[in-house]
């Protein structure tokens, strides 16, 4: 098999695997929060396409906007499954890119496959508002990659870049990822994508500027934020969704990542990047951490969140892959029975229980009557008024 064709081959898998298992999104297709709430919403009353910068919660969202200004002329009945359908073609365009033969980091077929197996409560999957947490591990992979040489792959990068920088925050955490590449090579191609990293991150800033802190924050607690860490990114994804007490799972928030410093540092050598992929998720989990405040938490809820160590597990699974390829073959079989703990540990948990129905088709037919109509969306409990499509 060719590389090319296992690129395939995987790609087709991770969105087939991603289909089944929210298979749900795809047979009953339903808005999820923001995707009903603001995308929709306003596309439907200000027309999608002047909307494409609008920011909100502090950031733009470039995507889940272009979509909706797509969806203003899809078939109303048809929209919501338009935006489960986009965002699965967008969750197989990062699975290919991170199967990239020029990212330096070995395992990219692993990172890919991960998108689709990794434990989670699957609010990622097959919602625009949530695309972001797919779409940065592509911005952070590229900060690893070798130059682009052919003119199509580098427009093809730039692209990659515009879209994923401009859809969620990512890459103001990704800045001294490209600021380093570019010092270290010193070649026009990696500072020409540290400028338009730059310049992305610029865009971002007069909403990140306006955003207003909450003013009743509480106190920090950063023993208990590692805590939650320790239990949110490796015992759920190891072991299950369980809570092994304060002390274990501070132990492991407090041990696990200093020791795979560590070992990428001892291995360098054959695992360029890993080291840039480690920071990438601890700066994820500092930034989202700084924004949600998951000390706050208690340790026996593990599933309202998923989506803030969404980034962390991949960017584990992927180094834990890149270990075993580069490993002699007593050491090979240890990573990837490590590798494989997470599938058994949340077999019970791989397909994602079916929303309850929202009666989208009773909501859109009084739209369409131009009806104004209170719009259940998900999860349950959450709405949002529509005022009814005015007659052409």
């Given at each position: 098999m060719t590389v090319l064709q296992r690129r395939l081959l995987v790609t087709l898998a991770v969105v087939a695997l991603v289909a089944l298992r929210k298979s749900d999104s795809l047979l009953n297709p339903q808005f999820w929060a923001?995707?009903?709430?603001?995308?929709?919403?306003?596309?439907?009353?200000?027309?999608?396409?002047?909307?494409?910068?609008?920011?909100?919660?502090g950031y733009l969202h470039l995507l889940p906007r272009l979509i909706a200004a797509l969806g203003v002329s899809v078939p109303l009945l048809h929209i919501?499954?338009?935006?489960?359908?986009?965002?699965?073609?967008?969750?197989?365009?990062?699975?290919?890119?991170?199967?990239?033969?020029?990212?330096?980091?070995?395992?990219?077929?692993?990172?890919?496959?991960?998108?689709?197996?990794?434990?989670?409560?699957?609010?990622?999957?097959l919602t625009t508002c949530n695309l972001q947490w797919v779409t940065a591990l592509g911005l952070f992979a590229l900060t690893i990659t070798d130059d682009a040489i052919a003119p199509s792959a580098r427009l093809g990068e730039v692209a990659l870049l515009i879209f994923t920088a401009l859809t969620g925050p990512f890459v103001i955490l990704a800045l001294p990822l490209f600021a380093w590449r570019a010092w270290s090579r010193r070649s026009v191609w990696s500072y020409l994508l540290l400028v338009l990293a730059l310049a992305c991150t610029a865009a971002h800033a007069p909403a990140i500027l306006a955003w207003a802190i909450p003013s009743d924050t509480p106190v920090w607690a950063p023993l208990h934020h590692a805590a939650i860490i320790g239990s949110r990114t490796?015992?759920?994804?190891?072991?299950?969704?369980?809570?092994?007490?304060?002390?274990?799972?501070?132990?492991?928030?407090?041990?696990?990542?200093?020791?795979?410093?560590?070992?990428?540092?001892?291995?360098?050598?054959?695992?360029?990047?890993?080291?840039?992929?480690?920071?990438?998720?601890?700066?994820?989990?500092?930034?989202?951490?700084?924004?949600?405040?998951?000390?706050?938490?208690?340790?026996?809820?593990?599933?309202?969140?998923?989506?803030?160590?969404?980034?962390?597990?991949?960017?584990?699974?992927?180094?834990?892959?890149?270990?075993?390829?580069?490993?002699?073959?007593?050491?090979?079989?240890?990573?990837?029975?490590?590798?494989?703990?997470?599938?058994?540990?949340?077999?019970?948990?791989f397909f994602i229980p079916p929303s309850p129905d929202q009666n989208w088709r009773a909501s859109c037919a009084l739209i369409a009557r131009g009806e104004p109509?209170?719009?259940?969306?998900?999860?349950?409990?959450?709405?949002?008024f529509h005022p009814g499509r005015r007659p052409h």
């Amino acid at each position: 098999m060719t590389v090319l064709q296992r690129r395939l081959l995987v790609t087709l898998a991770v969105v087939a695997l991603v289909a089944l298992r929210k298979s749900d999104s795809l047979l009953n297709p339903q808005f999820w929060a923001e995707d009903g709430a603001l995308f929709f919403v306003e596309a439907e009353r200000y027309g999608g396409w002047g909307l494409l910068f609008r920011p909100y919660e502090g950031y733009l969202h470039l995507l889940p906007r272009l979509i909706a200004a797509l969806g203003v002329s899809v078939p109303l009945l048809h929209i919501p499954a338009f935006y489960a359908w986009s965002a699965l073609a967008i969750t197989g365009w990062i699975a290919w890119w991170l199967q990239s033969p020029r990212i330096a980091l070995p395992g990219g077929w692993i990172a890919a496959l991960a998108l689709a197996l990794i434990p989670h409560n699957g609010e990622i999957y097959l919602t625009t508002c949530n695309l972001q947490w797919v779409t940065a591990l592509g911005l952070f992979a590229l900060t690893i990659t070798d130059d682009a040489i052919a003119p199509s792959a580098r427009l093809g990068e730039v692209a990659l870049l515009i879209f994923t920088a401009l859809t969620g925050p990512f890459v103001i955490l990704a800045l001294p990822l490209f600021a380093w590449r570019a010092w270290s090579r010193r070649s026009v191609w990696s500072y020409l994508l540290l400028v338009l990293a730059l310049a992305c991150t610029a865009a971002h800033a007069p909403a990140i500027l306006a955003w207003a802190i909450p003013s009743d924050t509480p106190v920090w607690a950063p023993l208990h934020h590692a805590a939650i860490i320790g239990s949110r990114t490796f015992t759920t994804l190891f072991i299950g969704h369980h809570s092994l007490g304060e002390l274990p799972s501070l132990t492991l928030a407090l041990v696990v990542p200093p020791f795979l410093a560590w070992l990428l540092w001892t291995r360098r050598a054959v695992l360029p990047g890993g080291l840039a992929l480690l920071l990438a998720a601890l700066l994820v989990l500092a930034g989202t951490g700084y924004k949600v405040r998951p000390d706050t938490w208690t340790l026996s809820e593990l599933i309202n969140g998923d989506r803030y160590f969404f980034i962390p597990k991949i960017i584990l699974a992927w180094l834990l892959g890149a270990c075993a390829l580069t490993s002699e073959p007593r050491f090979r079989r240890l990573y990837f029975i490590v590798l494989l703990l997470p599938l058994a540990a949340n077999a019970r948990r791989f397909f994602i229980p079916p929303s309850p129905d929202q009666n989208w088709r009773a909501s859109c037919a009084l739209i369409a009557r131009g009806e104004p109509v209170w719009l259940p969306i998900l999860p349950e409990g959450m709405g949002v008024f529509h005022p009814g499509r005015r007659p052409h």
